[in-house]
């Protein structure tokens, strides 16, 4: 009964910015962590950032610290994540993940969305 639902993805130039949104439903949060994740064409999945639902905990994945801000907004049951100064290797797919913060495996996953940035 858990769903995730990205939205917000686009073509955007080198420089630009661009805001992700995860709607989430089915169950409540508070003990879970929620993450976005980016998958590239010909390379593995890879981290980008995640939140602690009850306290707002953020940790970043290197290539993106002080580029990008995860954020939750408890009324509306929703992550998000703020992309700034984008660069060309951001482009992927990105995915929005919840797990229990006692484990270290995503268990659900939303459908992703496209982010492509021009040079």
């Known amino acids: 009964q858990v769903q995730l639902v990205e939205s917000g993805g686009g073509l955007v130039q080198a420089g630009g910015s661009l805001r992700l949104s995860c709607a989430t439903s089915?169950?409540?949060?508070?003990?879970?962590?929620l993450g976005w994740f980016r998958q590239a064409p010909g390379k593995e999945r890879e981290f980008v950032a995640a939140?602690?639902?009850?306290?707002?905990?953020?940790s970043y994945a290197d290539s993106v610290k002080g580029r990008f801000t995860i954020s939750r907004d408890n009324a509306k049951n929703t992550v998000y994540l703020q992309m700034n100064s984008l660069k060309p290797e951001d482009t992927a797919v990105y995915y929005c993940?919840?797990?229990?913060?006692?484990?270290?495996?995503?268990?659900?996953w939303g459908q992703g969305t496209q982010v492509a940035v021009s040079s």
């Open positions: 993940a919840t797990r229990h913060r006692s484990v270290s495996t995503y268990d659900y």
């Open positions: 089915g169950r409540t949060f508070s003990s879970y962590n």
């Open positions: 939140i602690t639902w009850s306290g707002g905990s953020t």
